[in-house]
């Protein structure tokens, strides 16, 4: 695996020894492991828990190369080196199609996979290029509290909880202002919206934000042609942040699909 480096990870082991497989957490763009943190606690007791940062994120590794291939054998050289055997991917936005690709590459260690508001296609241009602006308008003002750079951000992103989402992840020992790598994140942005076809035999569950229009209709015959046992679930009143949105949504709609043969 060219390029592979050990992802930033915690993971939860239980006491008990289990025979169920490892749920794996994996965060969409501009997060990091604790954005999908309410929903893995809801699992802890019965399953182990790993949740990473990918690269260019958290507290992982920067790199100016970034697409799906090389984010998916970071993953899985990461789920390898704690050498679990059986896993189920669980990831939102960009993780979902890292856990995507992962799976169609290890379909023999993904058990199931749980895709939450994304789709494998392309994209085009969604709506990120007023957030990147902001983010590069607080880089620039080289602000040193979340409370300075919040103006900065609220300039170009009017949508209070994208400037809460983003702030997050503000580091004001950092060069980029923010733990993710900023710069890196634009330089591969056509690779992130991007996407080149796989294959994955395996139960896989699609839950779609109902306000949220990342899984159209449309896109069914490239779902079902690359994941021929999918299932999906719309819910209701969110948007593409389902998970913060609707966490207990979530739970319920993912406990069903584990429970399911």
Not at 6 to 24: D, G, R
Not at 87 to 92: D, K, Q, R
Not at 96 to 119: F, Q
Request: charged residues 20%; hydrophobic residues 40%.
């Amino acid at each position: 695996m060219s390029q592979t480096q050990l992802l930033n990870f915690q993971f939860h082991q239980l006491k008990q020894p289990t025979s169920n497989p490892t749920l794996v957490f994996i965060h969409g763009l501009f997060g990091d492991m604790n954005n999908l943190g309410v929903i893995a606690r809801a699992f802890s007791e019965h399953y182990p828990i790993l949740r990473v940062d990918l690269r260019n994120h958290g507290q992982s590794f920067h790199s100016e190369a970034m697409d799906y291939e090389l984010m998916a054998e970071d993953l899985l050289a990461t789920i390898e080196h704690l050498e679990l055997k059986k896993v189920i991917l669980i990831g939102h936005s960009m993780g979902g199609k890292t856990a995507m690709k992962a799976a169609a590459l290890r379909p023999d260690l993904v058990e199931k996979l749980i895709v939450i508001d994304i789709a494998p296609v392309k994209y085009g241009e969604h709506g990120h290029d007023s957030i990147f602006a902001g983010l590069f308008a607080v880089k620039a003002a080289q602000p040193e509290t979340r409370q300075q750079a919040k103006p900065i951000l609220s300039q170009h992103i009017p949508q209070e909880s994208i400037q809460q989402f983003m702030l997050k992840s503000f580091d004001g020992q950092s060069a980029e202002k923010f733990r993710f790598n900023l710069t890196a994140l634009q330089q591969n942005y056509a690779n992130i919206m991007d996407w080149q076809t796989c294959f994955y035999p395996n139960p896989t569950l699609f839950i779609k934000g109902g306000q949220s229009d990342y899984i159209q209709p449309e896109y069914s015959e490239q779902i079902l042609a690359q994941f021929p046992q999918a299932t999906s679930f719309t819910i209701n009143g969110s948007g593409h942040w389902v998970h913060a949105e609707k966490p207990e949504a979530i739970i319920r709609i993912i406990q069903r699909f584990l429970d399911s043969q």
